[in-house]
């Protein structure tokens, strides 16, 4: 159109546009995956009168815990020094996986997976059994669960159905590619994240003790902030019509 790069520029901005860069999101959703998006959050919301249940939720949710946590952040220095060199993530860090089972309680139950373990049917039957038996000592313990985990596949599977329904908990079925109406995802391990950074560690060990000091620093306030705020977000899918929080 015989306009430079910076004129066009020029004119977006006089017009009052500013140049944003798209954020990330986990998936590019179809009408389908935003039907479900507003039928789960829909279901969420009319469940009870109130929201009382949601002290009884239990949310289970895994994540990468990286052994080298390098961070680059900006350096105040002076002009004529340069800055701390900072090392590149390598391309296959070593990492263990967390579980962690939680509520507006705090930390019912966490572990790390074992070196050289996969996650089955098995295996999470058995994490299933020592939730259960954590319940008996927590403040949930004589009310109803209401229990909400991902749709990995062991989740999924007969045998942790069956296993579930023997449980008597009130399962919660929760829609696919669907980070932010996860309280682990939105909530918790973001600002572990953050606690994260700069951190090292040598052995499972350290990072076992980590996580521990990481869980007992919080404060009431944080946990029942993650999983009270769970309404809004429904409310928010709803209005925006399933895309993302």
């Known amino acids: 159109m015989g306009s430079t790069h910076s004129a066009v520029e020029r004119g977006l901005g006089a017009l009052g546009k500013l140049k944003k860069i798209g954020r990330w999101i986990p998936h590019n ?11 789960m959050s829909l279901q969420r919301l009319t469940l009870h009168p109130n929201f009382n249940w949601l002290d009884h939720l239990v949310t289970l949710d895994e994540n990468w815990v990286l052994y080298e946590n390098h961070h680059r952040r900006a350096q105040w ?6 800055q701390e060199d900072v090392v590149k993530q390598e391309i296959h860090p070593k990492k263990i996986v967390l579980f962690v089972w939680w509520s507006v309680h705090g930390v019912l139950y ?29 403040p949930l313990h004589g009310h109803r669960v209401h ?7 062991p989740h999924t599977a007969k045998t942790t159905k069956f296993l579930l329904a023997t449980f008597h908990w009130t399962l919660l079925a929760h829609p696919p590619y669907s980070p932010d109406l996860a309280p682990s995802d939105y909530h918790l391990f ?24 990481y869980f007992d620093s919080k404060q009431p306030e944080f946990w029942q902030k993650g999983i009270e705020s769970l309404p809004t ?13």
Request: glycine share 4%.
């Open 77 to 82: 220095v002076d002009a004529d020094k340069q």
């Open 147 to 153: 229990y909400l985990h991902d749709n990995a596949r």
């Open 29 to 39: 959703l179809s009408n389908f995956d935003l039907e479900r998006q507003v039928d």
């Open 110 to 138: 966490w572990e790390l997976l074992p070196e050289g373990k996969t996650i089955t049917t098995d295996y999470y039957s058995s994490q299933l059994q020592k939730v259960k038996s954590k319940l008996k000592t927590s």
């Open 233 to 245: 977000k429904w409310h928010t899918v709803v209005d925006k019509c399933g895309n993302y929080v």
């Open 190 to 213: 973001s600002n572990m994240h953050q606690s994260l950074e700069g951190q090292d560690f040598k052995t499972k060990s350290e990072v076992e003790k980590w996580v521990q000091k």
